[in-house]
């Protein structure tokens, strides 16, 4: 993320977490697990589930963790500290 303002750096992780919840999904569904599957599990209306899936803005971090959830899966988020921050510069800040 070295170099991107921090609202670039949100929507590239934003894409980041809707893609890899896509592909689960597609997974998921290669094994059976329909739209409205997921969605009676959420306890959301089907239509709620699509727009989540097909729209990386109606999809938020709590959107996306209930999702992985309702397929069988963790969501995990990290944050790394970048070497080039020194310690009194992190301070500072």
Same mark, same amino acid.
């Given at each position: 993320?070295?170099?991107? +303002?921090?609202? *670039?750096? *949100?929507?590239?992780?934003?894409?980041?977490?809707?893609?890899?919840?896509? %592909?689960?999904?597609?997974?998921?569904?290669?094994?059976?697990?329909?739209?409205?599957?997921?969605?009676?599990?959420?306890?959301?209306?089907? +239509?709620?589930?699509?727009?989540?899936? %097909?729209?990386?803005? %109606?999809?938020?971090?709590?959107?996306?963790?209930?999702?992985?959830? *309702?397929?069988?899966?963790?969501?995990?988020? %990290?944050?790394?500290?970048?070497?080039?921050?020194?310690?009194?510069?992190?301070?500072?800040?």
């Amino acid at each position: 993320m070295r170099g991107e +303002g921090a609202a *670039a750096a *949100a929507e590239r992780v934003q894409f980041e977490v809707w893609r890899m919840i896509g %592909r689960v999904f597609e997974a998921c569904r290669t094994n059976g697990l329909s739209q409205s599957d997921v969605a009676r599990r959420l306890g959301v209306p089907r +239509g709620q589930v699509c727009l989540w899936l %097909r729209d990386k803005e %109606r999809m938020t971090l709590k959107a996306a963790a209930r999702l992985a959830d *309702a397929m069988g899966y963790d969501l995990e988020v %990290r944050l790394i500290r970048r070497a080039s921050l020194r310690p009194a510069q992190a301070e500072a800040q």
